[in-house]
């Protein structure tokens, strides 16, 4: 058994780095200026269209926020007037920001500094604008009590949206566009876009109305640009040591110049790109904002600087390393609701790297690996490291990949390029082999697609009603369909179309309520900004939000506990049909007494066939399972001809959702987490090993499945610990991948180490774990979310 390590460790990096990262480790602060200003337009703005006051509020806030250049930075910019802080966003949701501000420093977990009382003060004044204005207010006003009833069950739950107090976030921008054209380059193709339209025409009086807000947005972030190139110039006047002079008097060259203008250099390029990401930030906050391919988009910048003899490979390295720290300088602030069970601040800025080029060659380039070096130096939370994987891809590099993991812990995602390119194309999305991963572990094409994420579908639930005759067995309440006595079901197929009629009806309430969501954002909270990004809108004279990337646009609908629906179902099909060991009298009966005084049932249901141990059986279960949730789905669309898929992922809300769960055929009783990760067996039941799990889980039709899916996997730290095993490891994932998985992820760390993070929190301050699609610092999470980590099956022989 390994001996709990006292400490984590990172590889050493120069002095500069160090401090930043160092200070970027603090407890995160609250800022109120994007609120407060953001309000202040609005007051201005009344009788505008809702477009061009989105508009103007960004561009109040990008004039009036508090900017800081901190010592020793070279890319500079922050998302907030903190070096790492969380900003309100009241137009989605306001009220918890009044409610919870006394709770924010001693919360359990994802607690920051304490709001000072002028901060309280000015907050009781501006977020009370926002009564029955916020979006969240409207949706509640809006959806049926048909649609409340079952979101507020649990059964499903629309997320990512108004109900989580976030934007929609979920898209990677053309930073390639702003980097090569600037954004007057943009602005040049949105005045020639006016100069065409016809005002006498409401069609184009609408468009006119949207590429006038691109406009201000855009100038806005020009002027942001300067505000800092002028601080930068302030700043060098003053400076006495001549070496830090030089850099400040750089950063006001490479400020005036981008992103306003393209890029001349990989310094220019990576300022660029950040002072974007920032504008994008602030604009709509919220999980899974990317970064795309940097290692695609920034290399012809890098290699010219190289060739020229204008940057070496180590000044390259520092200068990533630089903007991976800078990534971490925003939150996502969440009510201690959503907090406990998204714990961590999942920001969720995900970068993609590897795969193939368009034209299918390999694309790893020097640049990859740079990416590699400076996360292993670095090692923080908010950066997401997704590696895509697929044959034509180096051994070298994938290697590379797994032995920084190991340092981490775990932190990357793998990711099948051969699963990933045929789920786009079966969704109908252009230029399928540059995909990127966005929030959590959603597919989707920089540029060409819109896909975000929508609802949390709980499926164990509808199981339970299906097995009910549609009422819930902890409430007693009525929430699904007349399913008949089941005592009475005499064989499976009874069972299943007592399932399948349950699915069929709650479906198109959970559509309903995702579909007002996103109405809502088209209506009141467009992104002109994030569109201006996007040449297909500029082109349509439409916003992001409006449905103008359909049918390249989806948003997916997250199944949670597949794998317990299906544990369950084959356990019926086995224990009650096939060897008749139990009738199904006896089965309802159990499962209403929780299995007290039914102890030999609880035996024998739990002792049935379990997804993750390469059974087909159970296997072919979990299959049809998603295949049938998958196809009733396809029958609906979204707004403006917007596409609802398919993913198998929980985010953290397999426990809460399984709070509201009675006890099912699995063996699983009341109560109880679900499921986790989203397509990951259930905790503890994957006992055959690592290889039987990803073959059952490669064995899954994933084409059902083009939302994306999560398979979380838990690996003792001896079994990465020399060369022989990082290879076996990375065979591991390359089989995966080259076999029909999608995303597999992995925590490298031993339960005795997180038992003893638990009782000595002080010697495991960075100690990084995978908590779901994301990483975050295990002593910052709640102790339910630290001890299902722990629960999860530990696999010490690969």
């Known amino acids: 058994m390994e001996e709990p390590m006292r400490k984590t460790s990172h590889p050493k990096v120069n002095e500069r780095v160090a401090k930043l990262k160092e200070k970027m480790l603090q407890m995160p602060e609250i800022c109120i200026e994007r609120g407060y200003l953001f309000t202040e337009s609005y007051r201005e703005t009344e009788n505008e269209p809702p477009v061009i006051r989105r508009a103007k509020g960004l561009a109040k806030v990008l004039n009036g926020m508090t900017l800081g250049i901190d010592d020793g930075e070279l890319i500079v910019g922050r998302t907030t007037s903190k070096p790492r802080g969380g900003l309100l966003i009241p137009e989605v949701q306001w009220k918890w920001y009044l409610d919870e501000m006394d709770l924010f420093s001693t919360r359990k977990w994802d607690r920051t500094a304490p709001l000072t009382n002028e901060e309280k003060a000015k907050m009781k004044e501006f977020l009370p604008f926002w009564k029955n204005q916020s979006l969240y207010e409207k949706w ?20 990512t949206g108004v109900v989580s107090g976030v934007h929609l976030s979920h898209a990677s921008v053309d930073y390639e566009r702003v980097l090569n054209s600037g954004l007057r380059g943009v602005k040049k193709q949105v005045d020639e876009k006016i100069e065409e339209l016809d005002l006498s025409d409401m069609k184009d009086f609408e468009k006119h109305q949207f590429l006038s807000a691109v406009n201000i947005t855009l100038e806005a972030a020009i002027a942001f640009a300067e505000r800092y190139a002028q601080l930068a110039r302030v700043m060098s006047q003053k400076e006495s040591d001549e070496k ?137 939370t908010i950066d997401e490291i997704v590696i895509r994987v697929n044959k034509k891809n180096p051994d070298a590099f994938l290697i590379k990949a797994c032995e920084v993991n190991k340092i981490l812990t775990g932190k990357f995602k793998f990711l099948s390029d051969d699963t990933a390119i045929q789920q786009m194309m079966v969704d109908g999305k252009p230029n399928a082999r540059d995909y990127v991963t966005v929030g959590c572990y959603t597919p989707t094409v920089p540029v060409h697609s819109f896909s975000t994420s929508c609802a949390m579908v709980n499926i164990p639930f509808m199981l339970e009603l299906a097995l009910n005759n549609g009422v819930s067995r902890l409430t007693g309440e009525r929430l699904g369909p007349a399913t008949g006595d089941p005592r009475k079901f005499d064989s499976y197929d009874d069972i299943w179309n007592a399932y399948k009629k349950t699915v069929e009806a709650i479906m198109p309430i959970g559509v309903t309520s995702t579909n007002i969501d996103k ?34 646009a989806s948003q997916s609908h997250g199944l949670v506990g597949s794998p317990n629906v299906g544990d369950s179902l084959a356990a019926i099909k086995k224990v009650v049909f096939d060897d008749k060991k139990i009738t199904m009298d006896e089965l309802i009966d159990a499962l209403d007494r929780n299995f007290k005084d039914r102890e030999e049932i609880h035996h024998i249901l739990s002792s049935a066939p379990k997804f993750g141990n390469g059974i087909e059986y159970v296997d072919s279960i979990v299959n049809d399972v998603v295949t049938q949730f998958s196809d009733e789905l396809s029958k609906y669309k979204g707004i403006g001809g917007t596409k609802h898929v398919t993913a198998a992922a929980a985010g953290t809300s397999h426990l809460g959702l399984g709070s509201l769960v009675g006890a099912l055929p699995d063996g699983r009783k009341s109560g109880e987490p679900l499921s986790e990760g989203g397509i990951s067996p259930h905790q503890g039941r994957n006992v055959r090993g690592a290889t039987a799990t990803l073959r059952s889980v490669a064995s899954l039709n994933h084409l059902k499945l083009t939302g994306g899916s999560v398979l979380n996997v838990k690996v003792n730290p001896s079994e990465v610990k020399d060369e022989g095993k990082i290879r076996k490891f990375a065979s591991l994932i390359r089989t995966y991948c080259e076999t029909g998985g999608y995303l597999v992820q992995f925590n490298i760390i031993s339960g005795d180490t997180l038992r003893d993070a638990q009782k000595h929190p002080e010697n495991y301050r960075d100690l990084l774990v995978r908590v779901a699609t994301y990483s975050a610092y295990f002593v910052e999470l709640s102790p339910t979310l630290q001890d299902d980590i722990i629960a999860r099956t530990e696999f010490q022989d690969l």
């Open 519 to 552: 109405q809502l954002y088209a209506g009141f909270s467009q992104y002109p900004f994030q569109s201006s990004l996007h040449g297909l809108l500029l082109e349509k004279g439409v916003d992001i939000t409006s449905g103008g990337m359909a049918p390249a």
């Open 244 to 380: 830090r002079k030089r850099e400040l008097e750089k950063i006001a060259e490479t400020c005036e110049r981008v992103p306003e203008n393209s890029a001349r250099s990989f310094h220019e390029a990576l300022q660029s790109v950040w002072l974007t990401y920032i504008v994008l930030r602030i604009e709509g906050l919220g999980p899974g904002m990317a970064l795309g391919r940097p290692d695609q988009y920034l290399y012809p910048f890098y290699k010219k600087d190289i060739e020229e003899g204008k940057l070496t490979r180590e000044e390259a390295l520092e200068l990533i390393e630089l903007l991976l720290i800078k990534i971490n300088d925003a939150v996502v602030l969440m009510s201690s609701v959503f907090a406990e069970q998204l714990a961590g601040f999942p920001t969720l800025a995900n970068i993609t790297l590897g795969g193939v080029t368009p034209d299918g060659k390999d694309a790893v380039n020097d640049l990859s690996y740079l990416f590699l070096d400076a996360e292993k130096n670095t090692g923080m």
């Open 140 to 159: 509640q006003a809006m959806i049926p009590e048909s649609v409340r009833k079952i979101h507020e069950a649990g059964i499903y739950i629309s997320n």
